[in-house]
């Protein structure tokens, strides 16, 4: 089969932040995962893990969304300054139960995205906080003068205000975050955002809370009665094997579970048109990001883990769900501005997973390893038939084009011909591929599923064919 690629014409730029993560207070995510405190034998600086953030630079991080999730809307932000000895424990309710001591608060998510030199998107609390708890949370991150929270936030050892580029107005307000129907949060949203103030020069990129998968309704009432109010809204979607409430397993699924999982996972491109067809109707200069700020595989929890916990493991065929999903995006560079996969330690689809000082990259890390050059990139557009099981993007930075390709089919050989407008000068290639389709990463085999060199190509001119073996994700890296 020939794709024709169409590398001369400008395209939109692939935001950056399309490659952004997700962390919320779950399971063993923030405590365990990113946040051991000072004293733990697990190298770390100021409590962070520092293997964890070494691995999530070097798939350049670009934002990190936090408390949550369901935890956002039962967050009271001022229970996690101060002191930790002073800090309230909490319960939290919706995962597992668990004693929240709050030692990781602002403070500490500010230093952590210090380290990780990525943005911060910070989700406020709709459902059970306050209008003047939230304006008060953004005086405190953000006020450089005098102010009373600006104050506190001198007094608790922070002079400078931080950065935080993102703020989210409540998370699923329609389930977990209140219940609301779109018309209430419309306007709940209108009189939360007022007082988002803006205290630096940097603007606030304000979201509301979206849809749940398919919910064409809420999309349309929130874009008709506070579009104007923010600048992205979100929009959320798991790929899952078949019911809400029957999921498959991670591992030693049947083959019936591999091709549901990819059919959930690609209706994330049907999803978008839609949304964005009505985002048109009323945003028709496209100022207002769709903002996919979760994603990803929910499968069964591993046997024998708390279920609240949503720990799972992490195979081949998630890292086709994110080498899918991550073409989607890419491919509605124009809509999609962000997105945050869920998340980003030992919770769903994690990149990363650890045990005590141990810690393992899932094949889902090595997607966002192969796909990074894509972030500020221009798309490119392309034209022709895709063989069956492909998915695919590219783009371009100056003379370099990036091309990813995704084959999720459990047998044969794909070959695909691409065509470029001009020569190709030089390319390298790099494939994620294996015989097994739940082959995972362990931590007595942390490199069962990893990335090689791909040398299964050949160049002529200005085509490219490659062979692409089932169950792989390939990227080219050619100069044009
Ligand atoms: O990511 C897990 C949960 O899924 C989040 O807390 C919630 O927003 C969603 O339902």
Redesign the pocket.
């Known amino acids: 089969m020939t794709i024709n690629v169409l590398n001369i014409k400008n395209g939109p730029t692939i935001s950056k932040y399309i490659y952004g993560h ?1 962390s ?1 207070h ?1 399971g063993r995510c923030i405590y365990e995962g990113i946040y051991v405190g000072e004293d733990s034998e697990i190298p770390n600086v100021n409590g962070i893990r520092t293997d964890v953030v070494e691995a999530l630079k070097e798939i350049q991080i670009p934002v990190l969304r936090w408390p ?4 956002a809307d039962e967050y009271h932000w001022k229970d996690g300054i101060g002191p930790k000895e002073n800090r309230k424990k909490i319960v939290n309710t ?1 995962w597992g139960g668990v004693t929240e001591n709050n030692h990781f608060g602002t403070h500490e998510f500010f230093e952590l995205v210090r380290q990780l030199d990525c943005e911060a998107y910070v989700n406020g609390n709709v459902g059970s906080g306050t209008v003047q708890e939230m304006q008060e949370w953004v005086e405190y991150i953000t006020m450089a003068g005098e102010s009373p929270m600006a104050n506190l936030r001198r007094e608790n050892g922070q002079e400078e205000p931080w950065k935080m580029k993102f703020f989210g107005v409540g ?2 307000s329609w ?3 209140g219940n609301m129907r779109p018309e209430y949060y419309a306007d709940l949203y209108r009189q939360y955002q007022t007082y988002v103030r803006q205290y630096g020069t940097e603007k606030i990129y304000k979201i509301a809370c979206g849809p749940n998968i398919d919910d064409y309704y809420w999309m349309d009432t929130l874009m008709k009665q506070a579009g104007p109010w923010f600048d992205g809204i979100s929009l ?1 979607h ?1 790929a899952l094997t078949g019911e809400w409430l029957d999921k498959g397993p991670a591992t030693g699924f049947p083959e019936s579970q591999w091709w549901s999982l990819m059919k959930s996972a690609k209706k994330m491109d049907e999803l978008i048109q839609k949304h964005s067809i009505i985002m048109d109707k009323y945003d028709p200069e496209q100022r207002i990001g769709l903002i996919v700020d ?1 994603w990803g595989s929910w499968l069964a929890v591993e046997p024998g883990t708390n279920p609240g916990f ?1 720990y799972q493991q992490n195979t081949i065929r998630d890292a086709m769900v994110a080498a899918i999903t991550l073409n989607i995006f890419n491919n509605h560079a124009n809509r999609v501005y962000m997105a945050n996969l ?2 980003t330690v030992n ?2 689809q994690s990149v990363i997973l650890t045990e005590g000082k141990a810690m393992v990259k899932t094949p889902t890390y090595h997607v966002f390893n192969m796909y990074k050059n894509h972030q500020d990139a221009e798309l490119v557009d392309y034209y022709g038939e895709l063989p069956e099981n492909i998915s695919l993007s590219v783009s371009k930075k100056e003379h370099k084009l990036t091309v990813t390709i995704c084959h999720y089919g459990l047998e044969n050989e794909q070959e695909l011909q691409l065509n470029f407008e001009t020569e190709i000068h030089k390319y390298a290639g790099k494939i994620l591929t294996t015989k097994v389709m739940d082959a995972h990463n362990t931590f007595g085999n942390p490199n069962n599923v990893k990335i090689e060199d791909y040398e299964n190509i050949r160049t002529e001119g200005r085509k490219l064919n490659i062979k692409l073996p089932a169950m792989s994700v390939v990227s080219l890296e050619l100069e044009v």
Do not use: K
């Open positions: 997700f919320e779950l949550g999730g369901c935890f919706h998370n699923e389930g977990c975050g959320h798991y979760e949503l869920a998340q919770v769903l």
